[in-house]
């Protein structure tokens, strides 16, 4: 962090360290409510300033770490601009017996500060000025701050259009001003003195102050402070990580105490304690059922539906794969709205509001509101797809099964390969579940045994020739490459080799996808058992 400074009063040997300062934030009256000026409008459509002294009933003081934090209200009539009087009014004022470096101030009570109003007004707030004082009150006027201290924010002071707000557009402060100022300074402060939720905290502004980020820049680290927020939170936590233990360990008793393998059992062991850690998809639906459903109008944000879609979407933008189309609620801007709405709950829950009070200050703020739209209407879109897809899952689950008790019936003994495509291809037809009633007829005549490998590698044999036989009678063992009808029927021999193969070793197909031992895949549309 560079501080550019003028009027130096300083020696060249002393140090230059600040025991106060002053600063002055853009929307810091606004978000106390103090404004100091009112226009009034005379009836021929003139208006006039008028000067009301509002000062605070109640001092308002916090110490946090032997630093005094404290509201300073002045004004300046020289200015003969309305705006900069107003803002000049009111400046935070922090002063430490001793002294700290402009990084130190900076990164520990200057940035901290101008983060919480940004929170509290939904856009990015800006240092408008800071005046630094020496133990001996020499006075140094900070004229521009650049960088940060992690360089995430390219300029903590710059200029912006001063925009008027309304108390709609402010989450202000609960009950008796100075006590909601004394504990939000400790509670907000506490949290960068202690380091808690860095990296989501950091990643979450970085959207906010950072103008022109892509919107798939801006969906991308909104995604990761979500899910370093849930990280820091539950895997810290002695309380749930006991619990997780504790289940763990009562699944692994119970997987010694079955009748599988040892080798089974060593390497289902090693994988319960690799502990991967929870999913991307696990940690949103785990936050949005935690903080979203108490709060009304949100109720279609429920478990299962944001997680799976922000899952998706990153996906997709970080390894490629499903294009998201211009109308979908998939498309990062549209979430990332979601999860600034997300993030923003989290935090002020953070520092000490109840949900149900974050809900009523929402629930009349302009920014929030549009958050809470969007949430609102893409998170039922969410929802409705996704109950749409798991109805369609169930009818298609229940027509293969349907599919399988019909072949098992139909199927007394081995088909030649032409009846069997046959079969395969008829309307309605799915090869999964008619296989698999294959293979179950076939069990069930005494001509394939679960615990036969033999047996199961044979039938794959005759299986392959008879459904690659030619029209000239040859088999793939006579003819290298077989013509365009053996190739195309050769993706039947390789799902029939490997249902084969996965019957004789479990009656359960397709519990887990993985490489099936003893099946090789050949570029000349091979297959050896």
């Not at 060249?12 to 934030?25: D, M, P, Q």
């Not at 993030?343 to 109840?354: A, H, K, N, Q």
């Not at 079969?423 to 007829?441: H, Q, S």
């Amino acid at each position: 962090m560079i501080a550019y400074v003028s009027d130096l009063p300083f020696s060249k040997t002393e140090e230059l360290n600040f025991h106060k300062i002053e600063v002055s934030y853009t929307y810091l009256l606004e978000w106390l409510s103090l404004e100091s000026f009112k226009i009034n409008r005379n009836q021929d459509g003139s208006t006039y300033e008028e000067l009301i002294y509002r000062w605070p009933e109640e001092e308002m003081v916090e110490v946090v770490e032997g630093v005094r934090i404290s509201v300073v209200c002045t004004d300046n009539p020289q200015s003969s601009d309305y705006q900069d009087r107003d803002i000049s009014s009111v400046r935070m004022r922090f002063e430490a017996e001793k002294g700290m470096t402009a990084h130190q101030w900076g990164r520990n009570y200057i940035e901290p500060v101008c983060d919480l109003l940004s929170l509290s007004i939904s856009r990015p707030n800006s240092v408008h000025g800071i005046t630094a004082y020496g133990q001996n009150g020499n006075e140094v006027k900070v004229l521009r701050w650049e960088g940060s201290y992690n360089d995430r924010r390219p300029n903590l002071i710059f200029t912006e259009p001063l925009l008027i707000l309304s108390n709609h557009d402010v989450v202000k402060h609960y009950g008796s001003p100075a006590k909601a100022f004394s504990e939000l300074m400790r509670l907000w402060l506490d949290m960068y003195i202690k380091k808690r939720y860095d990296l989501a905290r950091a990643l979450f502004f970085q959207t906010i102050y950072s103008k022109n980020l892509p919107v798939e820049l801006a969906f991308l680290s909104l995604t990761l402070a979500t899910e370093s927020y849930h990280r820091e939170r539950f895997d810290t936590d002695e309380d749930h990580q006991k619990e997780v233990e504790d289940k763990t360990n009562d699944f692994i008793n119970e997987v010694e105490s079955s009748n599988i393998s040892p080798n089974s059992k060593k390497r289902i062991r090693g994988l319960i304690r690799a502990k991967k850690g929870e999913s991307l998809n696990a940690r949103i639906s785990s936050l949005v059922g935690d903080v979203m459903k108490p709060i009304e109008g949100l109720a279609s944000l429920y478990e299962g539906c944001l997680g799976q879609a922000v899952a998706t979407t990153r996906g997709s933008l970080v390894h490629g794969g499903i294009k998201i189309g211009e109308d979908s609620w998939r498309r990062p801007d549209c979430l990332a709205q979601v999860l600034s709405y997300l993030m923003r709950v989290l935090i002020l829950r953070e520092i000490g509001l109840p949900l149900e009070l974050i809900t009523k200050l929402i629930k009349y703020n302009a920014g929030y509101r549009a958050s809470v739209r969007v949430a609102e209407k893409f998170g039922k879109m969410i929802c409705d797809e996704e109950a749409a897809s798991k109805s369609k899952g169930k009818s298609e689950k229940a027509e293969a099964v349907q599919i399988s008790k019909v072949a098992e019936a139909e199927i007394r003994s081995p088909l030649n390969g032409k009846e069997l495509i046959a079969l395969i291809n008829r309307p309605g037809g799915k090869w999964v579940a008619v296989l698999k009633g294959y293979l179950t007829g076939l069990v069930r005549d005494g001509k394939l045994k679960q615990d036969d490998k033999d047996s199961a590698r044979k039938l794959v044999l005759e299986i392959r020739d008879g459904l690659c036989v030619q029209d000239d009678g040859t088999t793939p063992s006579q003819q290298r490459k077989g013509g365009d009808g053996c190739r195309h029927m050769m993706g039947y021999v390789f799902k029939m080799m490997a249902l084969c193969l996965i019957y004789q070793k479990s009656s359960r197909f397709f519990v887990k996808r993985q490489p099936l031992p003893g099946v090789r895949y050949t570029p000349n549309w091979r297959y050896n058992v």
